[in-house]
Structures are given as structure tokens and as C-alpha cells.
């Protein structure tokens, strides 16, 4: 039976928080090409409900690793009791580890995946990149030697991701949309470094054309062998899944480093912000919902070989 559940938690439903914003606009029409029965419920309580439909299946659970990892457990509770043979997307004992930063990069690091050292001396040795543990857009700083560190921060080496582009420097931060361990796109962000905030987010990136193509071409195309081989391997240790992994470029090595991780189905706010600008980019996968159906045909392609939705 082609059986894709998709649940999400009662305080963002199905949009995840900005999980999931434009993603069944485009995936479903893709899932029914293949025959595949798609069913939504925004919460736990209204998939308990209609259990009985679900006897054998994937659960694709949408939830925030903030605030969703208790919700996520009582679907899961409600699978092992319920459903004869299921596959659990996103399962709670993952998203305790990737909605943690200092849980993430010991995983990673212990599956050699390259991340940025964690340094944990009572004073900075070189410099040291400082972020809260938990949670994403937080309060960064960056320590210079000697200085002394937090005890209840995720302290990191400093990774240099700085490139030049007409005079000016950014600070450059890759994000790689995932399916498992597939790299279905690449997405260049940046701020000036003039800012003084070396953490970069889609928000903070200029809505300059030359600028991001640029940095997209000088940057992501030419690492983008190097991306593709560290997904396969973050794949390899987190399982199937839609994700994105945000990566730090070093300039003086040319190596990427993965900094964060996280479950997430589509680029909606990138999308948001270049769309003044999308003729005149060339990142395009961004728009129109391509990313997003890449993602649902190589979902069920990496399903099937698990023996579902066949």
C-alpha cells in the first residue's frame, strides 16, 4: 500500500515554524504521479484519529526541535502500537540531537564529517566563533585569543568564510537542501563583514544580483563536488529525511565545514527575498517549486529502496 502520512505538532500544525511553507504546493502533485495516497494531520491527536487507515506506511513527522520533540515522541508511540510496518521520518531521538549544536557536531565529528572544533578551555585559544546551544539566529560573538569563554555557550574554532567582491568583504554561508544523503540544492548566502556578524542568514543577505551570483559561482560551484561527498555522508549517519545543512566555506583552506543542521522541507524565505530579483539570478531552483519537486521524486526513489511506497 503507497502510504505517505505527514504529521506535524499542535503549536505550528503542518508548517513546522517555517518547515514546510510552500512544500505541499508542489510535492503533492508529484506524490500522486507515482500513485501514492498523501495524507496530512496537524497534530498527533488528529492522526491517532484515523489510525486505522495507517496500517503500513512512511510517518513523515513535521515538528520545531525547539518545542516538537515531545509531540514527536507520541507519534512515534502511536506507530509502535498501532501500525503493522512504518517507516518514522524525522524520529524524536534525531531531532534531539540536531536542535541541539554542541550534540550535532559530536555526531558528526565521530562519523568523520568535518565540523568546526569545539573548543572547551576556559579562554579562547585562536579565535573562537561563541552561539547559543540551542535554537538558530541567536546572539553570536567571536573571542580573540586569550579571552575568556562561557561554560553554557557552543564554542567553535572560527572558520574563515570571508570572500571579496568589489572592494567589500562578506562573510559567506552555503545551504545545502537535502533528501537523506542526496544534495538536491545549494543556496549562497552573505552579509558584509562591515556588519561585525559573521553569522549569516538568508534575512541579512543583499538582494544584489552581481553579488550573489558572484559568491554563488566563485564559492558553491566550485566546492560543490566537496558539498555533494559531505552530504552523502551526513546522509549516512542521519538517515532518509528532507534537510538542510548550513555550511562554512574556508577561504584560507577550501574545505566545508558543516556548522548547523536541521529538518526542513523547503527554502520559502530565500525564495520570498530574491523574487524581486529572480530573473536576474542564477539560483533557480528556488523558485517555482523545483527544488521542492527534485525533493519528492528522490524521496520516493530512496524509499522504494527501502521497500516502501511501492
Known amino acids: ?90 524520529p524524536s531521538k534525531l531531532g534531539r540531537v540536531i536542535g541541539d549544536k554542541a550534540a550535532t557536531n559530536t555526531l558528526l565529528a565521530d562519523n568523520g564529517i568535518r565540523v568546526p572544533k569545539q573548543i572547551k578551555s576556559e579562554a579562547a585559544i585562536g579565535q573562537v566563533f561563541s552561539n547559543d546551544p540551542l535554537g538558530s539566529g541567536r546572539t553570536v560573538s567571536v573571542h580573540a585569543p586569550g579571552e575568556k569563554l562561557r561554560f553554557d555557550r557552543y564554542n567553535t574554532e572560527f572558520i574563515n568564510t570571508v570572500y571579496p567582491f568589489r572592494g567589500r568583504d562578506y562573510y559567506v554561508s552555503l545551504r545545502a537542501m537535502c533528501v537523506g544523503g542526496t544534495c538536491i540544492a545549494i543556496y549562497t548566502r552573505c552579509r558584509p563583514t562591515e556588519e561585525g556578524n559573521p553569522s549569516v542568514h538568508t534575512t541579512n543577505t543583499p538582494v544584489d544580483p552581481e553579488l550573489i551570483n558572484y559568491l554563488h559561482v566563485r564559492v558553491a560551484i566550485r566546492l560543490q563536488g566537496k558539498i555533494i561527498q559531505v552530504c552523502e555522508q551526513i546522509g549516512q549517519v542521519i538517515g532518509l529525511g528532507f534537510f538542510s545543512h548550513d555550511l562554512l566555506p574556508c577561504a584560507d583552506t577550501g574545505e566545508v565545514f558543516i556548522c548547523e543542521t536541521g529538518v526542513k522541507f523547503d527554502e520559502a524565505t530565500l525564495m520570498n527575498r530574491l523574487t524581486p530579483v529572480r530573473n536576474s539570478v542564477v539560483i533557480q531552483d528556488v523558485f517555482n517549486g523545483v527544488e521542492i519537486k527534485k525533493s519528492a521524486h528522490e524521496f520516493v526513489r530512496a524509499a522504494n529502496e527501502m521497500g516502501f511506497l511501492r
Open 1 to 90: 500500500m503507497k502510504n505517505l502520512v505527514f504529521v506535524g505538532a499542535r503549536a505550528h500544525a503542518l508548517h513546522g515554524n517555517g518547515k514546510a511553507s510552500t512544500f505541499f504546493q508542489y510535492a503533492d502533485s508529484v506524490f500522486r504521479s507515482y500513485g501514492i495516497d498523501v495524507f496530512k494531520y496537524k497534530n498527533f491527536n488528529e492522526f491517532e484519529l484515523n489510525i486505522d487507515k495507517h496500517r503500513d506506511g512512511i510517518v513523515t513527522m513535521i515538528y520545531n526541535e525547539e518545542d516538537g520533540i515531545e509531540e514527536a515522541e507520541q507519534i512515534e508511540r502511536i506507530c509502535m502500537q498501532n501500525m503493522r510496518r512504518a517507516l518514522i521520518v524525522h
